[in-house]
T-cell receptor
Framework: EAQVTQNPRYLITVTGKKLTVTCSQN?????MSWYRQDPGLGLRQIYY???????DKGDVPEGYKVSRKEKRNFPLILESPSPNQTSLYFC??????????????FGSGTRLTVV | QKEVEQNSGPLSVPEGAIASLNCTYS??????FFWYRQYSGKSPELIMF????GDKEDGRFTAQLNKASQYVSLLIRDSQPSDSATYLC?????????FGTGTSLTVIP
């Protein structure tokens, strides 16, 4: 089954404790991205990657890191989480290439709470 | 102006009516737009995408793109209670992908 797998689904952590949210896709998609969703603000892109070893900042990259060492995986790293990073996070992938965007498939989401 | 802007609603329609959802965008060069449906707490799922000017129909859904006005819309005919959800429009700006803030639709039985 074609899918984007995100883990964990729920996570409660304490301020400053490093965490990683994993994302993996099995569709051989080039484009992968991370979003956070907050009430009233919609989905905002944190980071995106157009190919292996190529990552770029989205609109809200502060406090996050990503890597794209393999085509299928795109982990989101919070080195020192803070309460303002409490949010619902989505990973997505698509066949998008520069200048041509294709529909994205989303993971199931990770609800992160930082206390 | 935001890259993709959507009137937030909420929108309520009676069952069987037409629901009309609208979105504007700022990048005149954008070639593709997408409509997603999102149920509370769930991930967005693709409803329709449109790449060219004009209308595109798929079942009860029609997407409309007007590049001259930088306007994209989604019509849902014969609305059903199961259509009650938040609808997100999305489009590219450069290599980034932007979503509107969503329109909450309630279909009243």
């Amino acid at each position: 089954e074609a899918q984007v797998t995100q883990n964990p689904r729920y996570l409660i952590t304490v301020t400053g404790k490093k965490l990683t949210v994993t994302c993996s896709q099995n569709m051989n998609h080039e484009y992968m991205s991370w979003y956070r969703q907050d009430p009233g603000l919609g989905l905002r892109q944190i980071y995106y990657s157009m190919n292996v070893e190529v990552t770029d900042k989205g609109d809200v990259p502060e406090g996050y890191k990503v890597s794209r060492k393999e085509k299928r995986n795109f982990p989101l790293i919070l080195e020192s989480p803070s309460p303002n990073q409490t949010s619902l996070y989505f990973c997505a992938s698509s066949l998008s290439t520069p200048g041509h965007f294709s529909p994205a498939t989303f993971g199931s989401g990770t609800r992160l709470t930082v206390v | 102006q935001k890259e993709v802007e959507q009137n937030s609603g909420p929108l309520s329609v009676p069952e069987g009516a037409i629901a009309s959802l609208n979105c504007t965008y700022s990048d005149r060069g954008s070639q593709s737009f997408f409509w997603y449906r999102q149920y509370s707490g769930k991930s967005p799922e693709l409803i329709m995408f449109i790449y060219s000017n004009g209308d595109k129909e798929d079942g009860r859904f029609t997407a409309q793109l007007n590049k001259a006005s930088q306007y994209v819309s989604l019509l849902i005919r014969d609305s059903q209670p199961s259509d009650s959800a938040t609808y997100l429009c999305a489009g590219p700006y450069g290599n980034q992908f932007y979503f509107g803030t969503g329109t909450s639709l309630t279909v009243i039985p």
